[in-house]
């Protein structure tokens, strides 16, 4: 009887121990066993059995440290796969990343798609190796995506960051709970603080300086829950060895310390994108006074007692979210210096260790001049400043920074603005610019990451920029791709492959430059005359091709979950051009001949078009809604909390400030108010011989806009 060889996977991971190009940042001790329970929660039984061996170092011999990590891969002919990795998440992206490449599985945000096995080789190596950091946070997702979750979906979404191996995480969840506690224990009234606070929805403004009372503030359960929830998101993270990034005091109070502290010296921070001083406009502590120091050093002494002690050095802290730094004049050279001073300070009194991580979009966004960015930047010690290149893969600000000064960074790739699904991102341009920045971006650039205002879309991008950041090489797109097709399907199909590779070499290969206008389908906008959808390749040939496959594919595939999902995101790409480039155009020709029977045989089929639209949408609305209802803590907030999760993702302001910023093509979206914002202006524009726009922007916000948020009452 002939010998049966089985075939196995050793993968070894350990720490480069140089200095060079490193920071210091605390790993707390996590439980050596936990990718098992990551692995039972999203994986059938047999990926436990596959890797049956998996040794993970203690957080102790590590040095209760994050360390750079490498990879290296050989097949054995011996009968099992061993993985020996510094901590659980290492681990599980070794894994992960072997069953995307060798077993056509794959985990993503919405759902999972697994095969039976994985494909038998021998005589492999696999090496790959990441900075030291790799990181995942923007504070708009926790409005535009994680807002109404509770410990399910963020258990969930856990395990896909453990399972892709970041190793620090923004997490400003919980705080306000204790800013409560703080601003009272300063003598602030309970009452004054709903003036302070803004509503669930629009907290990510509110931690970065943009808005104050928003929405109504937050009751005293809401922000229990939330605490809760934090307490144990933090906790799972730091059983996977995660490091969580918490909040630090950036300057910003309640109005009334103002009274309360007659002495001493605060500014008025400008409002922010039009909102007005009740709901903008805030409080912040001038950097110069001694009570800076005084609420930084109570903050975070009261958050490390509530979060369990010494979990993380690191800490956030964004002073001027696109609002300009001032004092008594822009850019006052001291001022934006002594910010920096009085943040770090207040941070080191309580953390002698403190790692201050800053966003880099406010150098861009506004713009600052190239002196006012060192004077800020040289305010803190080398070492104690951790920049988030934030936009990196359009505009790289270490390149107009000088590396930042020397001070440490991390890549990043923020592709997604609001949360829309349009197809779009340049994966050639990513593997690029990460590249560039490796080769040329000093030794200070210490991680890459992830910092998209929403998920949920364009899932392709977010793997690429993942495996990219574990690579010290650029990525052959034509190999990755075919990987990722068998992995997104489980299943070796020639015409899935050919699926993604036209749209990888179509719509994930736009053109983007920073001070262009984003690309943005207008017809999820408020209605105009003579615009149009340019796409940046030839729309009919990628569309025929791509429409010549869909048979096959849906023969193959048929009701596989991520097929599904990638099959409307193209039909509704393919029929939102045909309304954006026939009936619209065609309403504008019959305007301008003052054809008004074309107009409305037009419009007719300009609402049938959006009907078909929504039939190739991914998400109700509806259940937006729901969410929001289901963690509202109190019944006047199960009131407010639907009102402020469809203002968001429409007027998104009271006055339209952030109109359609955050738009979604979902369902109960495309026809209850994109469509019936194009019927109003049909009505509009056969009632009217003239269009004054002005007329009819304040009429739509008056009669659709407005109404569809408040409807949710």
């Known amino acids: 009887m002939p010998q049966v060889l089985h075939v196995a996977l050793l993968i070894l991971i350990w720490a480069q121990t140089s200095s060079a190009g490193s920071i210091r940042v605390q790993l707390a001790d996590y439980d050596k066993d936990s990718w098992k329970g990551v692995l039972r929660r999203v994986a059938p039984s047999w990926v436990l059995e596959e890797f049956e061996d998996i040794r993970v170092t203690s957080a102790a011999e590590n040095g209760f440290q994050v360390r750079c990590t490498s990879i290296r891969g050989h097949t054995y002919i011996h009968g099992r796969k061993t993985v020996i990795a510094n901590t659980p998440t290492d681990a599980l992206n070794a894994i992960n990343t072997y069953l995307r ?213 690191l800490y956030s802290a964004d002073p001027f979210n696109e609002i300009l730094p001032s004092d008594s004049a822009k850019f006052d050279a001291k001022f934006v210096k002594q910010t920096a001073q009085a943040i770090m300070n207040s ?74 699904r349009e197809l779009r991102g340049n994966l050639q341009k990513v593997d690029k610019g990460y590249q560039l920045a490796l080769m040329k971006g000093g030794s200070n650039l210490i991680g890459a990451g992830l910092t998209m205002e929403a998920i949920d879309q364009n899932y392709v991008i977010y793997q690429f920029m993942v495996d990219r950041m574990w690579s010290s090489e650029p990525l052959p797109l034509n190999t990755w791709i075919k990987s990722y097709s068998e992995s997104r399907y489980s299943a070796d199909f020639k015409v899935s492959h050919k699926f993604w590779t ?91 001949m003052e054809d008004k029977q074309q107009i409305g045989s037009t419009c007719e089929n300009l609402m049938d078009m959006f009907l078909k639209l929504e039939s190739y949408s991914n998400r109700d609305m509806k259940h937006w809604i729901e969410d929001s209802k289901s963690i509202a803590a109190t019944s006047e907030e199960r009131q407010v909390f639907p009102a402020t999760a469809a203002d968001i993702l429409t007027v998104w302001g009271p006055e339209g400030q952030n109109l359609d910023y955050a738009h979604r093509e979902w369902e109960g979206l495309l026809s209850g108010y994109y469509g019936r914002r194009w019927q109003y202006f049909c009505d509009w524009i056969l009632e009217h011989d003239f269009f004054n726009h002005t007329d009819f922007s304040a009429s739509v916000f008056r009669d659709v806009e407005r109404p569809y948020s408040v409807s949710n009452l």
Request: net charge negative; with cysteine.
């Open 101 to 313: 490449t060798e077993c056509l599985s794959q985990v993503s945000w919405s759902n999972s798609s697994f095969s039976s096995g994985c494909r038998k080789h021998s005589n492999d190596v696999i090496n790959f190796e990441s900075k030291q950091i790799r990181y995942f946070g923007n504070m708009c997702t926790f409005s535009y995506s994680f807002v109404w979750w509770e410990w399910p979906q963020w258990e969930r979404f856990i395990d896909w960051i453990a399972l892709n191996g970041f190793n620090t995480v923004l997490m400003p969840l919980g705080q306000e709970a204790i800013w409560r506690d703080i601003f009272m224990g300063l003598g602030v009234e309970r009452d004054v603080l709903n003036e302070y606070f803004t509503s669930q929805a629009y907290l990510a403004w509110h931690r970065m300086g943009n808005l104050k009372a928003y929405g109504g503030g937050l009751s005293d359960a809401q922000m229990l829950n939330d605490l809760n929830l934090a307490k144990r998101i933090i906790n799972r993270l730091l059983e996977l060895g995660i490091t969580p990034i918490l909040p630090t005091f950036a300057g910003f109070v309640p109005d009334q310390l103002e009274k309360l502290f007659p002495s001493s010296k605060f500014t008025r921070l400008p409002c922010w994108n039009n909102f007005t001083s009740e709901t903008s406009c805030l409080l912040s502590v001038s950097p110069f006074d001694p009570l800076f120091q005084k609420i930084g050093s109570l903050f975070l002494r009261h958050q490390k007692k509530m979060f369990g002690g010494d979990i993380t050095n």
């Open 347 to 420: 941070c080191r009194k309580v953390d002698k260790n403190c790692i201050w991580v800053l966003q880099s979009w406010s150098f861009t966004y506004d713009e600052w001049p190239s002196w006012a960015i060192k004077s800020f930047l040289s305010a803190v010690p080398i070492g104690n400043l951790l920049i988030l290149d934030l936009y990196s893969e359009v505009v790289p600000a270490w390149q107009s920074t000088s590396s930042f000064h020397g001070h440490n960074y991390i890549w990043c790739m923020l592709h997604s603005f609001g949360g829309s």
């Open 502 to 592: 036209l749209l990888a070499f179509s719509f994930y290969n736009q053109p983007e430059k920073w001070g262009n206008p984003r690309f943005s389908v207008f017809l999820y906008h408020r209605p105009a005359f003579g615009k149009k959808i340019e796409y940046w390749f030839p729309v009919e040939e990628t569309f025929g091709h791509l429409q010549s496959l869909i048979p096959s594919l849906i023969h193959v595939l048929g009701d596989h979950p991520l097929f599904k999902e990638d099959l409307n995101d193209v039909m509704r790409a393919i029929t939102q051009f045909e309304v954006g480039n026939d009936a619209a155009l065609t309403l504008t020709e019959a305007f301008l």
